[in-house]
């Protein structure tokens, strides 16, 4: 059964991932894909987030997809209990995890029902193509990226940071071009989308629901919605081809 838990801040949702995980999560081994944070200047969100793991007991092992061997990476996505992906460059990530093959690893292991866990970049790129954030990330830093297909691990678009600084305007952007065309499915730092099987869950962070007058007594679940088995390849959607300013 295919496990997701797509944030646009894993920091700020982290209390939520225990009951999602449906397990005691201490001690559990987590690999740690840092990969999209390298072209970018400011890092602190992965900083951000590695500490809400190691708060929540997961022991870390840093996977950094750029500069391991295709062998390293299957033996770290096989060996750890979970996987991660942090947020950057969403294009610098699918051109690394494509020239690695490490695109093909994560989808066979979230498939036989590995956790996957997502952060911005991370997160879009289980999208079936990842072009149509091109407004909110720089296509440039992936010069070698032609091939602009996603993971496909949803049938569904994941925009993160909606409404969020600094891309309040650019993410309102991306959301009236393309909602139109495609399934989009925008969250702010403070939701995560969580799929579990079948269902897709939208769930809000508890304290800043409680702050803005939300009831907490079910995770503020704001969408629920049945889905052909993404993991079957006859019940998948053929994804738009979108436009892209290739830089």
Not at 161 to 168: E, I, M, Q, R, S
Not at 179 to 207: A, C, H, M
Request: glycine content about 6%.
């Amino acid at each position: 059964m295919k496990r997701l838990f797509l944030t646009s801040s894993f920091s700020s949702v982290a209390k939520l991932f225990e009951d999602f995980a449906g397990e005691p999560v201490k001690g559990k081994k987590l690999a740690f894909i840092p990969t999209a944070s390298l072209v970018e200047e400011v890092r602190f969100y992965v900083d951000d987030d590695r500490k809400a793991f190691e708060k929540l007991g997961l022991i870390i092992e840093e996977l950094e997809v750029s500069t391991a061997t295709t062998e390293e990476v299957a033996q770290a996505l096989e060996r750890n209990d979970y996987i991660f992906i942090s947020g950057g460059n969403t294009f610098y990530l699918m051109q690394e995890l494509k020239k690695k093959g490490a695109d093909k690893l994560l989808i066979e292991q979230i498939n036989n029902g590995k956790l996957y866990i997502g952060t911005s970049a991370g997160s879009v790129i289980a999208s079936p193509t990842v072009e149509f954030v091109s407004d909110m990330d720089e296509t440039k830093k992936a010069p070698e990226l032609t091939d602009y297909s996603g993971l496909h691990l949803v049938d569904f678009y994941l925009l993160p940071h909606y409404l969020n600084f600094p891309y309040k305007e650019s993410s309102q952007k991306v959301v009236n071009e393309y909602s139109p065309k495609i399934d989009l499915r925008p969250i702010s730092n403070n939701q995560v989308i969580t799929v579990l099987g079948n269902e897709i869950k939208t769930l809000e962070n508890p304290k800043w629901a409680k702050k803005n007058n939300f009831n907490d007594t079910q995770h503020f679940i704001t969408t629920i919605r049945k889905c052909p088995p993404w993991g079957n390849a006859n019940s998948r959607r053929t994804p738009p081809t979108l436009p892209v300013d290739r830089g």
